[in-house]
Nanobody
Framework: VQVTESGGGSVEAGGSLRLSCAAS???????MAWYRQAPGKERELVAT????????HYADDVKGRFTVSRDRATNTLSLQMNNLRPEDTAVYYC??????????????????WGQGTQVTVSS
């Protein structure tokens, strides 16, 4: 499985961006997630989606602002980010689980990572 992110950019605080992740290969049975990594910080989970798309977990600081969606027909994972804050500035990564048919949360659960896309939010 290979994943490729797109859609990053620069916005002012309060603005919106939409990230997309295109997956090649069979991802139907795999959980997928968005992570982010700010300079000098550890990579952290933003949101994770179960293989069927019915279960979604968000990090506390993005709840109510970010929405993740999964289109199994097109093998894409999207992240709609609204009301962006300067602290959301980071490189955002898409990831696919190493194993099938489970909900994944830990970085070590994910074996396929994209190259990342930069999101910059100015105050």
């Amino acid at each position: 499985v290979q994943v490729t992110e797109s859609g990053g950019g620069s916005v002012e605080a309060g603005g919106s961006l939409r990230l997309s992740c295109a997956a090649s290969g069979l991802v139907v049975g795999y959980a997928m997630a968005w992570y982010r990594q700010a300079p000098g910080k550890e990579r952290e989970l933003v949101a994770t989606v179960s293989p069927g798309g019915g279960h979604i977990h968000y990090a506390d600081d993005v709840k109510g602002r970010f929405t993740v969606s999964r289109d199994r027909a097109t093998n894409t994972l999207s992240l709609q980010m609204n009301n962006l804050r300067p602290e959301d500035t980071a490189v955002y990564y898409c990831a696919a689980d190493r194993q099938t048919y489970r909900m994944a949360f830990s970085k070590t659960d994910f074996g396929s990572w994209g190259q990342g896309t930069q999101v910059t939010v100015s105050s």
